[in-house]
Structures are given as C-alpha cells and as structure tokens.
C-alpha cells in the first residue's frame, strides 16, 4: 500500500486560494488514482476531485468544477488540489486517497488514506 500525507491547509478568506499537496511514499505512486475528499462538521465525507494514475483522466465535483484543479507530478510522488475563488461552504478537512485499477471516484474503492489537512474559508 502507498502512504500518503497532505498539506497546505490553512485558513484564508472568502475568494482567496490555496493548493493543497499529497505526497506519497513508495515506488508504486504511479501506479495508483489519487482522489481528493472532504468532511465538514457534522456531515459526510464528499468526493471533491479525481486523477487517474497516467493522468488521462480527471474528475470534478459539480460543486468545485471551474474553482479547483487536480494534478500530479509522478517523479515527485505528489497530487496537487489548487484551489480558487474559494467559498466558506469549501471548509472541511480535506483528505487524499489512492486505488488502483478502475478509474473511480467512489470513496469505497479507495483503500488508502492520509490523515487529511484543515481548510477554512472565513467569509
């Protein structure tokens, strides 16, 4: 299994933006579709984004869709979540995830998870 570990949470102000990072650990990086998720207080986790593992293929919550942009650098090991225009409803602890095979953004299929970064957005 991978490892992953995010970072560059914070908090910023209503319209600003932020890029989050999710480094992972291992030679098999490459090999795995990385999706980001989030968790507000008191509600579900919610897919936010989507890679696929050659990044040919990329998907978007309809709520973030023209605000956020997944990409990965495989030599680095790293997905990227830039995030813009953001909103305080896009405050969460976000969370990055791998699977392999399939391209998916069903939570159930990802079988590795990082401990998620704090984002909050003050209006």
């Known amino acids: 299994q991978v490892q992953l570990v995010e970072s560059g949470g914070g908090l910023v102000q209503a319209g600003g933006s932020l890029r989050l990072s999710c480094a992972a650990s291992?030679?098999?990086?490459?090999?795995?579709?990385i999706g980001w998720f989030r968790q507000a207080p008191g509600k579900e986790r919610e897919f936010v984004a989507a890679i696929s593992w050659r990044a040919d293929n990329t998907d978007y919550a309809d709520s973030v869709k023209g605000r956020f942009t997944i990409s990965r650098d495989n030599a680095k090991n790293t997905v990227y979540l830039r995030m813009n225009s953001l909103k305080p409803e896009d405050t969460a602890v976000y969370y990055c995830?791998?699977?392999?095979?399939?391209?998916?953004?069903?939570?159930?299929?990802?079988?590795?998870w990082g401990q998620g970064t704090q984002v909050t957005v003050s209006s």
């Open positions: 995830a791998a699977h392999r095979g399939f391209f998916s953004v069903d939570v159930s299929n990802f079988g590795s």
């Open positions: 291992g030679r098999t990086f490459s090999t795995y579709n």
